[in-house]
């Protein structure tokens, strides 16, 4: 078998080569696949005393990785505690393997649940009390820097022998998030009710907030607070946990927002079922999807697909099923900070100037015409034009997308939109459009819209030059 030597400085899942992550010993190691986690508790550690070791469990998938890093550091540390998420199930070589040597030689080990439920399934791999593990957990369920620093102090404590002298400090599930004065006039949150310019609001996870990554939101508030625009930054656990739909509820009935960007992944309503409604539109506000890449940027711009798979599970496909407005990834994951005291690659979300830019305009105009009067908005609906024959027209597999568009051209009209005379119905749409231009060949056509030739050869000229010679 062949055994890499992690990389300083860059990221990887540990998918099929083996991976020597080369630690030294240290008094306490710490595994976790979040790295908001990990980079937390490098900022809290400081290169204090105990030795502390990081680790991301990714980078252990395979057996011969587990193997080599419980033989060169694990077997050696004096503290070992372990934040799995999906159960035992999940990384059983892992689990096994690390509890025969902390039964081996002594070792404290606490396998700890990744998330805020308890896992009876993870307590046999645990040689530390359950009231110590207990402790250790709520520190790590709050986050936060607080909860890091009395994590680490905790630590301190069982590695003394001690019992645990702190306690974790709350932090909500929900709330608004304290940044520099957010709207034009300096305040921050914005007024109550509506702000003249628009108020947009940021919705995102907590788990950036207790890291201390929260660089892309911050970046997203200041690229809408020099537009003119207030903010209103507000994090949650979950879109479906109570406590943090109901904050959000809240927070929006005070400052209503005209437009909401949401960084959350996922989805409230299932696919297939019936859409349930959020938080998020519920006072009618359009809702932009952007995204936080859990790749580097690097990556992300060789692939030819752009976002990897699991990005475009839990920021694209999934959010749609919520009727989300999909914008563009605004941040990457960047490894580029290596932590000498953890040996660690400390990975930080970094935004990306150009593609915050293009969501803080994409925000401003959604503002914009959302406080348009509905009689001066002009909407287009863009049917299908398949080439060779008309019978593909407005083409929808399974769906008939023609008495659709008649239904929501009624919809339209009863909202105040200015749509026109609307076709009896699908068939009548169809013979409408078919007497117009359309990719079938056919000399007899009603010509029903122009533009002026300086206009055309200002738009021909506009393309790229390849396109300009194929046209020609």
Known sequence: MHLLLAQKGTLSDGDGEAVDLGQTPGDLCFLSAADTELASLANAHGGEEPTLRL????QLKHPMSVDTWVERTGRHAKLIVIRILGGAGYWPYGLEAIHAAAVDHGIKLAVLPGDDKPDPGLT?????????????????IEGGAENARGFLDACGDVLAGNEIEGEAAPLLKAGVFGLPPSAPDGTSPPQRGRVAGGTVAIVFYRALVQSGQTAPIEALAKALSVRGL????????????????ATVEAVFDTHRPDVVVNATGFAVSAPGADRMPTVLERDGAPVIQVVLSGSPKEVWEASPQGLNARDLAMNVAL????????????????????????????????????????????A?????????????????IVLANYPNRDGRLANGVGLDT???????????????????????????????????PTNAVSEAREIRETISLNQYKGFFGGLPRAIQAQVT
């Not at 680790?55 to 990714?58: E, R």
């Not at 099923?321 to 660690?344: I, P």
């Not at 009209?413 to 169809?430: K, N, R, S, Y």
């Open 402 to 436: 023609p008495a659709g568009t008649i239904e929501a051209l009624k919809a339209m009209a009863e909202a105040g939109f200015p749509v026109g005379d609307i076709p009896a119905d699908g068939d009548a749409l169809i013979d409408h459009l078919k007497k117009g």
């Open 230 to 245: 207030a903010v209103l930054p507000v994090y949650v656990s979950s879109l479906k946990d109570p406590v943090s739909a």
């Open 55 to 58: 680790v991301n469990l990714l």
């Open 364 to 380: 401003a105009r959604w503002v914009r015409l959302r406080r348009r009067p509905v009689e001066e908005k002009r909407v287009a």
């Open 124 to 140: 046999r791999f645990c040689t530390l009390p359950a009231e110590a593990c207990e402790t250790l957990w709520r520190f790590l």
């Open 319 to 362: 959010p749609e099923v919520d009727g989300r407005v999909l914008s563009r990834a605004v941040s990457f994951k960047s490894a580029s900070s290596w932590d000498t005291a953890t040996e660690c690659n400390i990975v930080t979300h970094e935004p990306v100037a150009d593609r915050v830019a293009f969501v803080a305009d994409l």
